[in-house]
């Protein structure tokens, strides 16, 4: 399995994601820098997180018009699987990639913390290794990570399965208290139609080492890396 991994000025969670797959896959991901508008054949492209452009105009706004932009949202929309974390999620949203925005937390404030988000469903290469309604305990590092879409777009996506990842508690009820920046009915991570693009707020790459106390995110790649393999 061979993924890449999309580097933007302001990209800082870069390595924290190479080292997740890396371990995960046994293979290291290849570097792209945002300026090539070429990619080899892979089987998965990851965008990062951090703050690209230094979140100026809008998280991920600048980022989504890169040159290399062009050929992600090709292959994505040709079925290369395609995972943007973070600053990555906000980024396929401002691509069109994934329906809705990512605003501000509904705090004001920055959110880094450990929090917890429940499986949705099984059913895609990214969460194939967990439960339907299992509880991950993962961190969250962001400024805006409300997700928020139009009422219509969130029925849409309920009725079709595409909510990936929803913000709980640690028994895993989607409450108001639990939503810490105030995402739309609790989402943590959507999906593209085919469930082969997506996108999610807390970082499962920094859940993959037991010597950082928590391993909740294993799954996450092992499935990942089971899928694609």
Not at 77 to 104: D, K, M, S, Y
Request: charged share 20%.
């Amino acid at each position: 399995m061979q993924a890449a991994i999309i580097i933007f000025p302001g990209s800082n969670r870069e390595q924290d994601v190479f080292d997740a797959l890396h371990r995960a896959t046994g293979k290291p991901p290849l570097k792209i820098w945002h300026r090539d508008t070429e990619l080899p054949q892979l089987d998965l492209i990851v965008i990062p997180g951090g703050f690209s452009y230094g979140d100026y105009l809008r998280c991920g706004a600048l980022a989504a018009h890169s040159p290399i932009m062009r050929e992600v949202a090709a292959r994505a929309r040709h079925g290369t699987p395609t995972l943007g974390i973070c600053n990555g999620f906000q980024i396929l949203t401002e691509a069109r990639l994934l329906p809705g925005v990512l605003l501000a937390n509904q705090t004001l404030k920055f959110h880094c913390k450990d929090i917890h988000m429940r499986v949705e469903t099984s059913e895609s290469l990214f969460t194939c290794r967990y439960r339907t309604g299992e509880v991950l305990r993962v961190p969250v590092a962001h400024h805006d990570g409300n997700y928020f879409a139009d009422a219509e777009t969130l029925d849409r996506l309920e009725g079709e399965g595409r909510v990936a990842f929803r913000y709980c508690d640690a028994a895993g009820e989607p409450t108001s208290e639990a939503n810490h920046n105030g995402s739309a009915r609790n989402i943590a991570g959507i999906f593209d139609e085919r469930r082969h693009v997506l996108g999610l707020m807390p970082h499962p790459e920094d859940a993959t080492d037991a010597l950082l106390g928590n391993t909740d995110g294993v799954g996450f790649f092992a499935g990942v890396a089971e899928a694609l393999g």
